[in-house]
């Protein structure tokens, strides 16, 4: 009996649904990638059968991911009930996919695929009644994965490091630098003005170069208030970035900005990224405005 109880606790369920149009199929290959064995549009009702032979099976399929969504029409209603009842006899990840209305209507657009809940509605409203049906799972999701702002190989990224690799967090942040001139990022989710620090584009021999040239990034880093500034925002971010990662939160994006986006916000925002990976996190670096 301990050792049936070991197998079943070693093995790994992933319920995978969310939106149409926001990637679930590429997050299922994904896990079929990692070594999962993968199942999409499994009817509702036979998920529990699944479970029970994947729980108690003896073949070795150690990880498996189920994909269900409203193609699944007014059954798909049931997965919450379903979902609750499995976390009784083992762990389940339920996982919900999502992305921006913006985002949804543009895919849509651009591949003219029908929405599986009807083609004789306007997608907007298709999208809104999508979201309505579906608004009890959601609720209950242990990751809710925003697809909007990852990439392909980002998005395959984030489900390595959540559901594969140990010792790594799973979220995905982006550090921006912008200047101020041209705006502020519209989605970022924290910013920070570093025009504070002296201008290097007021020193003749540095003015043509960006942040990412040794010499403007040795010239911002010779004065204490950046070495201060970076320790200080390291430990904000120390601070901050488990509580997103706690609430689900998938990616995160840090905007830091100087007057023209060329110099201070660029070297700083490599610093970061770097400090951001010496802590176990994804990140990478975007410069907006170093070209402008």
């Known amino acids: 009996m301990k050792r049936s109880e070991n197998r079943s606790e070693a093995r790994q369920l992933v319920i995978l649904t969310g939106l149409s149009g926001a990637g679930k199929s590429t997050i299922l290959k994904a896990f079929e990638d990692l070594g999962f064995y993968c199942v999409d549009n499994l009817p ?16 070795e399929i150690k990880r498996a991911a189920l994909l269900v969504d409203v193609r699944e029409g007014a059954q798909i209603e049931k997965l919450p ?8 006899e083992q762990a389940v990840s339920l996982v919900f996919v999502e ?25 907007r409203e298709t999208l809104k009644r999508e979201v309505e049906l579906l608004a009890p799972i959601r609720k209950i999701a242990d990751t ?9 190989h980002e998005l395959r990224n984030f489900i390595s490091t ?51 040239d040794r010499r403007v990034a040795r010239y911002i880093h010779s004065f204490p208030e950046t070495g201060q500034f970076l320790k200080r925002i390291e430990s904000l971010l120390n601070y901050l970035i488990p509580l997103y990662v706690r609430e689900g939160k998938s990616y995160l994006t840090i905007a830091l900005g100087c007057t023209g986006g060329r ?15 010496r802590r176990g996190y994804t990140a990478k ?3 907006r405005d170093i070209d402008k």
Do not use: C, W
């Open 44 to 59: 509702v009702d036979l998920i529990p059968t699944f479970s029970e032979l994947h729980r108690h099976g003896d073949r």
């Open 81 to 88: 009930r379903i979902v609750r009842e499995l976390r009784r």
């Open 99 to 123: 992305s921006s209305e913006v985002a949804l209507l543009r895919r849509f657009s651009e591949t003219r695929r029908p929405h599986p809940l009807g083609k004789d509605s306007p997608i």
């Open 144 to 152: 809710i994965i925003d697809t909007t702002k990852f990439n392909v």
């Open 162 to 212: 959540r559901f594969l690799r140990a010792g790594r967090a799973p979220l995905m942040i982006a550090v921006v630098s912008f200047g101020y001139r041209y705006g502020v990022p519209a989605d970022s989710d924290l910013v920070f003005d570093v025009r504070f620090l002296p201008n290097p584009h007021f020193i003749p021999r540095l003015q043509k170069y960006s942040g990412m």
């Open 263 to 277: 110099h201070r916000s660029v070297a700083l925002a490599a610093d970061v990224r770097a400090a951001l990976e």
């Open 285 to 287: 670096t975007v410069n």
